[in-house]
């Protein structure tokens, strides 16, 4: 399995797909990343070789720091609503696909980035890894089925907290809330993520 991608990379290994963000240095997402992003991820999830999909990163220290701001000031606001659009369509196929999602998140993940992992089945997490949702201090609001998402994994409390406080999270704290499911050495996280799949 292959495209002709230009920021992300697509490949299989024993029926595990991994989906890699690839636009150094940090992985923000431009409109033609959130475009490549939805069109691997459906290729992946329509394909019956494909059992299992992992949303991960090939940018050392950076799963994403979210949407590129500077893309989003060159909007008009119809290109702003079919940017959010596009992301909502992201979430919908995640949410609802026949096939398990893994996150396999390494470095710091914050906002659009973060808010993909919030819809896979499992999150695993190098034991570095950061995590923050800093829309509130761009006067930004988190799409809902982000809020609702979230909420539904650390809990309404702590949740609305977060969003509030714009702050970053460590991985000891992410894996208390709730928010993943285990933390791995850094240089281990992808054949154990691997395996898990397998």
Known sequence: MSGAFETIRLSVVNHVAWLEFARPPVNAFSRKMVEETFAAMKQALDDP??????IASGVEKYFSAGADLAAFAAMTAPQMRDWI????????LLRSSP???LAAING????????MTLHCDLRFAADNARFGQPEIAIA?????ATTQALARLIGRPRAIRYLYEG?????????????????????ELRARVQ????
């Open 167 to 187: 702050r970053m999270a460590s991985a000891a704290e992410a894996l208390d809330w709730g928010l993943v499911d285990e933390l791995v050495p850094a240089s």
């Open 49 to 54: 070789q494909t059992r299992v999909l992992v």
């Open 108 to 115: 710091t993940a914050v906002g659009g980035g973060l808010e």
């Open 195 to 198: 395996a898990y799949a397998e």
């Open 140 to 144: 930004f609001i988190p799409p809902i």
């Open 99 to 101: 096939k398990p999602l």
């Open 85 to 92: 659009e596009l992301c909502h369509a992201i979430a919908r």
